[in-house]
Each structure stands twice: as structure tokens, then as C-alpha cells.
């Protein structure tokens, strides 16, 4: 009774704010921050045409919930050829790298936002016959919209940070919550201290369910060709260089990288650092600044090629990290040497065969690390900082056998952990969710 209370007055107020929501959406398309023109699917007006017949609707926040959600779209696309799929995401970062990488005739639009026009407006149009959300997007004008139209409701990869956790669990939000949470007809958490979060948010048991972490999934899908070739031509350039990249990287973060690279130079002259940023813009700041002290940049954007005396390549595009993985041998993920920072996924540059690295402010990654850890020990090397992270580097370069048994480790961890999570998927969806929602 509580939690429907709250879920009113939460309808009220994003009901009253809907104005102000269109005004910030026409000042992102003013200030270059959305796609030019179809920011009004945010509002939940389509852009294409329904089919006929059952659709199924993933949606996932950003591009790395995104791309995780690429297997198992493309594993129900070849079971089940009958079911149109429909894709959302928030982010234009997202809509910019998935959109190519997406099965022919999968729908791809920008998520509505949870205002109840908008989300009643999205519903009323598509009108899903189930509903599979990645991660953590509880919204509850969308899950309580779903449950009004006997639509069905999926969480894969399902996880709770601390923080919400904590605010979750207040008197004041738990009844909504657990409102929200006793809608869904299956969720599937990342790991078992995950679970125990959604029991402690008063999630039914009986819908928690495991099939392993999505994100290790990452062979699941291809790669284009497109992607490949200017890959392997960055390939050649770097032969016969020790190359070791930083990816995923934060605004501060370039300084703890850019001073390592610094020490490497002194010991390793003809050594190429790839710095990629977490996003583009970051990258051509980093550039112009290293350009500024003297230092030979090449941007990839600008398509500047390697030259001999080329030390710091940063790669300022979107969608090429996994490939990128790839020409490395050494891999330092970004997003976690700073305590403000809640750490990136391992498991690409681990599938690359890359010796992995990363900080200690890691979130629910720390999950991930753990169980590759367990697998191999050597396979993901935690380091504190700057000093740590030098001198790990140092020893990698001059030891070729440490070198290639860390590979192998991050490798065979990867190996070990990937295996079969489509199915179990699958298998879980096909009984909690289609069965209920298709037949």
C-alpha cells in the first residue's frame, strides 16, 4: 500500500515536470549533446514503423550495457526469427557504436524517458509483449506501465552499487522498491553477494536466478570488417615497438598514465603508449596538451600515422576498443585509479589475451576480478597507483616469459568463465519470460 503511495506521488511529480524535461531535450539538440534529430523518441514518438506480431524489447542504458545485450539479442534472432526485436539506449555514444553492430531487422531507438507520456506513449506504440532490461534501470513509470499492460519483465546482469543499495534500503524508498522489484518475472543477478542485495530490496526468491556474467560474452558477437582493416593497418605500424594501452580512461586519469608513460620512455626509447579515453573529446584535449610540451602525438581521428619517433598514440573514436585489445600485449583498464571512479570491464582485453591491469576503485567489477583471480591468480594484476603501476610495467617489459604467462592467465580465466552464459540466458528467458508472454 505504501509503495504504491510513493509510486503516486512519484507519477505526480514527473507528470508536473514534463515540461522542463522537453526544454532540456531541445537544449541538448542546441548544444550538439543528442542526435540532431531524433531526440523526440525520447518522448516516446516513434521514428519507424511497428510490425505485426510479437516484440520483444531490450533496452539498455549505455554502450557498455549495450553491448552486452549484443549476444543475446543476436541468440533470440536466430532461435526465434518469428519475434521482431527492439532495441533501446539512452546514450548517443551507444546509439553510434551498436546500431552497425545489430542483426538486420532489429528496431533501434532511443529510449523514452520516465515521464508517463512519454513511457505511456512508447507502450501504447510498440506495445512489447515482453520487456528485458540489463543492469539497473528501475525506473518505475516504465516497470509499473509494463505491469498495467501485462507486459513481462526481465533483468539480466542485475546489479545494486553501495550507494543505492543504501538508499534503497530507507524506509522511505524500500516499499517502492520492493514494489518495483515484485513485478519482474525474472531477475538475474551478476553474482551471489548481488542476489543477497536484490533479497535485502524484498525481490521475490523464487525470480533470482544465475547464468554467469553477460559481459564475459564478448566473442559472442563479430567483428566488422571495416573495424579490422584500419586495425590492421595500425598493426604493422607498431611492429618491431613495445606497445602497452591505457583504456577507458577518466578525466585525472591521463596524469597518473602520461607520467608512467614518461618513466617507460627513459628505459624503453622506441616504446608506444595508446591512451584511450572514455570519451572522444577527452582525447583531443589530451593530445593538444601533449602536443604543447613537445611531445610527438599521433590522433587517431585525424588519421595521423605512427612515425618512428611517435610515442603516444590516443585513440579519440568510438567501437574499436575490443579490436584494439587485440595489437596490445599489455592492457592497464582505466576507471579505477581514482577513488571516485567505480572501474570499466576486464573481460574484452582478457578474451584479446592481453596481460590485464588495473586499479583498486573498481564497484561491482571487483566481482569480475575476483572470479578470474580465482581461476588464475596471475590473470588480473591490482595495482595502487602511479609508483605501483610503472614498476609492474617495467618488469613486463623486461621479462618476456612473466610477459606471456600473465597473457596466457587473463586468456585461460576468460576461457573458463565465458562458457555457456547464452544458453543459460536463453534457457532462463525461454522459461520465466516467453513462455509466459508468447505462447
Not at 396 to 416: I, N
Request: proline residues 6%.
Amino acid at each position: 500500500m505504501k509503495g504504491m503511495l510513493l509510486y503516486n506521488i512519484y507519477r505526480t511529480l514527473t507528470y508536473s515536470v514534463s515540461p522542463l524535461v522537453y526544454l532540456h531535450l531541445r537544449w541538448r539538440k542546441f548544444r550538439g549533446l543528442g542526435h540532431p534529430r531524433r531526440w523526440p523518441e525520447r518522448l516516446g514518438h516513434p521514428s519507424v514503423a511497428r510490425p505485426t506480431g510479437p516484440l520483444l524489447w531490450f533496452h539498455a542504458v549505455s554502450l557498455g550495457e549495450g553491448m552486452a545485450a549484443i549476444p543475446v539479442i543476436k541468440h533470440c534472432h536466430r532461435l526465434r526469427p518469428d519475434l521482431t526485436i527492439l532495441m533501446t539506449t539512452a546514450t548517443y555514444s551507444a546509439f553510434e557504436v551498436i546500431k552497425s553492430r545489430l542483426p538486420s531487422g532489429v528496431i533501434y531507438q532511443f529510449c523514452p524517458l520516465d515521464t508517463p507520456a512519454a513511457i505511456d506513449a512508447f507502450l501504447g506504440y510498440w506495445k512489447p509483449n515482453a520487456i528485458i532490461i540489463i543492469e539497473s534501470e528501475l525506473w518505475p513509470n516504465l516497470i509499473m506501465g509494463a505491469s498495467k499492460h501485462g507486459i513481462a519483465l526481465a533483468l539480466l546482469n542485475a546489479r545494486v552499487s553501495t550507494k543505492s543499495l543504501i538508499q534503497w534500503s530507507r524506509p522511505l524508498l524500500l516499499p517502492l522498491i520492493s514494489l518495483l522489484l515484485s513485478k519482474f518475472s525474472l531477475i538475474v543477478p551478476l553474482s551471489t553477494s548481488q542476489a543477497i542485495c536484490f533479497q535485502l530490496l524484498q525481490a521475490p526468491p523464487s525470480i533470482i536466478n544465475f547464468s554467469g556474467d553477460l559481459k564475459y560474452a564478448v566473442h559472442e558477437y563479430d567483428d566488422s570488417e571495416e573495424y579490422m582493416g584500419s586495425i590492421e593497418d595500425l598493426k604493422g605500424l607498431l611492429d618491431n615497438r613495445q606497445v602497452w594501452m591505457a583504456s577507458s580512461i577518466h578525466r585525472g586519469e591521463e596524469k597518473v598514465m602520461l607520467e608512467v608513460h614518461k618513466g617507460l620512455v627513459r628505459m624503453i626509447p622506441n616504446i608506444v603508449t595508446i591512451i584511450v579515453p572514455r570519451h572522444p573529446q577527452h582525447g583531443k584535449e589530451i593530445a593538444h596538451e601533449l602536443q604543447k610540451e613537445g611531445q610527438i602525438v599521433a590522433l587517431r581521428s585525424r588519421h595521423e600515422m605512427l612515425t618512428p619517433r611517435t610515442n603516444v598514440y590516443v585513440v579519440d573514436t568510438l567501437g574499436e576498443l575490443r579490436q584494439l585489445y587485440r595489437i596490445t600485449p599489455i592492457a592497464v583498464i582505466g576507471g579505477s585509479f581514482l577513488p571516485s571512479l567505480a572501474g570499466h570491464n576486464i573481460s574484452e582485453a582478457a578474451a584479446a589475451g592481453c596481460a590485464v591491469l588495473t586499479g583498486h576503485h573498481i564497484g561491482h567489477y571487483s566481482n569480475m576480478v575476483l572470479e578470474m583471480q580465482r581461476v588464475n591468480p596471475m590473470s588480473v594484476f591490482q595495482v595502487s597507483g602511479k609508483l605501483e603501476l610503472e614498476e609492474a610495467l617495467k618488469e613486463l617489459f623486461s621479462d618476456a616469459r612473466l610477459l606471456e604467462a600473465r597473457r596466457v592467465a587473463a586468456k585461460q580465466a576468460f576461457c573458463a568463465l565465458s562458457s555457456g552464459i547464452i544458453a543459460n540466458v536463453w534457457n532462463l528467458l525461454n522459461f520465466h519470460i516467453f513462455r509466459q508472454a508468447l505462447d
